[in-house]
């Protein structure tokens, strides 16, 4: 178990589809599942989003969350399909801040999850490759 305070990073990539021709024509669906308490196909969890068009927001699964997330700033650092990103995610406390390539996309003021738990990876919709991935408490 991990948690409060956690730095979270690895690397992505998403894989192009055969003949795919623009970025804009791929869709995966991945994130990161924070403070699970139990196993569960779709547990109680504070999910940092990988999903290609919604990188780094937040969805609180059966929960609630205070957050703040820039879409616009997202499209302009975000690395397209086939190309590696870095994801940085820092919990102290009961916040969370979300790094897409170095730069702070979103940020969890508040949540109502537990202090510590599992934390999880969560991929469907698309090929997707993880590497460099680093779990550090504090």
């Known amino acids: ?7 979270l990073r690895a690397e ?3 894989m192009p589809y055969p003949g795919m021709e623009d970025d804009k024509d791929f869709y995966g669906n991945s994130g990161y599942l924070l403070f699970i308490e ?12 990988g999903r290609s068009n919604m990188e780094m927001n937040i969805n609180a699964m059966d929960g609630h969350a205070m957050f703040t997330f820039d879409d616009e700033l997202r499209k302009k650092v975000r690395n ?29 003021s508040q949540h109502d999850f537990p202090s510590s738990g599992y934390i999880g990876f969560q991929a469907e919709s698309g090929p997707i490759q993880y590497r ?6 504090e």
């Open 132 to 137: 460099n991935i680093r779990i550090e408490p």
């Open 38 to 49: 139990k196993h569960d196909v779709w547990p109680r969890t504070l999910e940092i989003q």
């Open 80 to 108: 397209p399909a086939g190309q590696w990103n870095a994801v940085e995610i820092v919990s102290k406390g009961n916040e969370v801040w979300n790094y897409l390539n170095g730069t702070l996309l979103s940020h969890v």
């Open 1 to 7: 178990k991990f948690g409060p305070n956690f730095t």
């Open 12 to 14: 992505y990539r998403y």
